[in-house]
């Protein structure tokens, strides 16, 4: 995967599209993902939680994400989800901070870290 960091004024945006038919990006605080698919067969559920991967491994909070979208390109559609309302939906009701939720992720990645070849490690960038 490739990444790519553009600044404008107060603006972030983040390409994370890399070789993917999937073009992620982060616009204006918003975690975007654009999909190209004819016919969208994925679930709402699968998708929110994808998208939230997305927030959480800003594990330092540098983009600054408060929202989640998802652009059905096909369709012509753009459905958006800020995240003070999407948190609570998929945590059942739980009242959550954001950077704990981070935190939470991060050590579950490294612990899940333990399964990954050791030169997939090597190749990790350093914190």
Known sequence: MQVAIT?????LEV???GTSRQARTCINA???DVKT???PKFTR???LYQLLGYVLLDYDDAYAIRSVAVYLSRQGLLIRWRLDDLL???LDGKQTNLAELRGSFR???RAAA???PAAVVARAPKE
């Open 37 to 39: 698919t004819v016919d």
């Open 30 to 32: 918003t975690a975007l």
């Open 88 to 90: 609570p939906t998929l």
């Open 45 to 47: 559920t699968r998708l």
């Open 7 to 11: 600044k404008r004024d107060d603006r």
């Open 15 to 17: 390409d994370f599209s």
């Open 114 to 116: 333990v399964d990954v």
């Open 107 to 109: 050590q579950a990645v």
